[in-house]
């Protein structure tokens, strides 16, 4: 795989790595994409392929401009478009109702398709000299956490795709909220940076589908197939543990701690003896901006339990917790 420092050093080479039907890597504001040409059938198959996606988890079509949301599918009232004319480009992404052209491969066979367009320059002039739709999940194996940063992504990818552009850290860290107006009323189906008092803000109204911070059986219908998954996780094993009370914190910490636990938290479990500590920021932005990464990192002590500090879910802490929780495998213990 090449990293591309200068994007317009390769713009026929990218044009052409599309047109082949092969994959290329880019940067977003929130996440790595792993993109292909959304129209052809057999660029999307690859990315199932090379990223050992279930066939019935959807992929996210990425546009350069709002403007063409219309060509891909069918804007059906105005709360859905209050939600493109405010939050887009940006980190959200609206499910519609398809137009034919988006091949059935591309949606996992629903009629409605997950639209995004990324406010992240590099990636705006990807989709721009491309010029065509990108289909795209983020960068990393299934079950992974996300790609946020090129040496994270490499060694995951080097010999399956040919073009990695590199965009540095990317910026948000989570992958963008998900929504879907149903009813006439914004349901949010995966939480991301975009939260659902911003909606509020802007359309008066929003829901939380149920599904964000539960386990959903196999059998169970859900809006959004991403949530069936397991997700975001490390080898190592993970227990995830919040309380709003410091000491009753540091006590769980301390209850379940082995000796040989990697703890990933705030300052205020750094003080606890433990066989490494791991600082993820004090902020919910820098959380969120680390927090992947740094799950990746934790691999490399060979621990043998990440005991992962939790937040308060609200506003950027609930798309935190939503990952968190999964990374975890709902191995969680809140007091
Ligand atoms: O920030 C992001 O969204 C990144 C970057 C690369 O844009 N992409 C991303 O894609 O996170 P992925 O494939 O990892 O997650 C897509 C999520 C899944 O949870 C999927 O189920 C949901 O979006 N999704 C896609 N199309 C859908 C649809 N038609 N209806 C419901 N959910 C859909
Ligand atoms: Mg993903």
Redesign the pocket.
């Known amino acids: 795989m090449e990293v591309i420092n200068n994007i317009d050093e390769y713009k026929n080479i990218l044009k052409d790595e599309i047109k082949k039907n092969n994959l290329v890597i880019f940067p977003?504001e929130?996440?790595?994409?792993l993109g292909a040409n959304a129209l052809s059938t057999k660029a999307v198959n690859k990315i199932f392929e090379v990223k050992t996606r279930a066939k019935n988890?959807?992929?996210?079509v990425?546009l350069k401009n709002a403007s063409e949301i219309e060509k891909y599918a069918v804007i059906e009232n105005e709360v859905e478009q209050k939600l493109i004319d405010s939050f887009m480009p940006g980190?959200l992404?609206i499910?519609l109702k398809k137009k034919s052209c988006i091949p059935e491969s591309v949606?996992a066979g629903?009629d409605?398709?997950?639209i995004?367009v990324?406010s992240n320059e590099i990636a705006h002039r990807f989709l721009e000299l491309v010029d065509v739709p990108i289909a795209?999940?983020?960068a990393n194996i299934s079950s992974r956490p996300?790609g946020t940063r090129v040496n994270d992504i490499f060694n995951e990818f080097d010999l399956k795709v040919n073009y990695i552009i590199d965009g540095g850290e990317s910026r948000i860290g989570l992958?963008?909220t998900?929504v879907?107006v149903i009813d006439n009323i914004p349901v949010i189906?995966?939480p991301g940076f975009i939260t659902k008092e911003d909606i509020i803000d802007i359309v008066g109204n929003c829901k939380v589908s149920e599904h964000v911070l539960k386990s959903v059986s196999l059998n169970e219908k859900v809006?959004?197939?991403?949530?069936l998954y397991k997700h975001y996780a490390p080898n190592t094993k993970c227990l995830l543990v919040y309380s709003k009370d410091i000491n009753t914190l540091r006590k769980i910490v301390n209850d379940n701690k082995t000796s040989k636990t990697i703890i990933l938290g705030s300052e205020k479990l750094q003080d606890i003896p433990c066989f490494k500590f791991i600082n993820y920021g004090n902020t919910l932005e820098s959380i969120s901006h680390n927090i992947f990464s740094l799950l990746r990192k934790c691999d490399m002590y060979n621990g043998d339990l990440i005991i992962i500090e939790g937040v308060e879910k609200v506003g950027l802490g609930l798309a935190i917790m939503n990952r968190l929780i999964r990374t975890s495998c709902f191995n969680y213990i809140e007091k």
Do not use: D
Not at 57 to 60: G, S, V
């Open positions: 977003t929130t996440v790595y994409g988890n959807p992929l996210i990425h980190p992404t499910v949606t629903l409605t398709v997950g995004r990324p795209a999940p983020s996300s992958e963008s998900v879907k189906l995966r809006e959004s197939p991403g949530m």
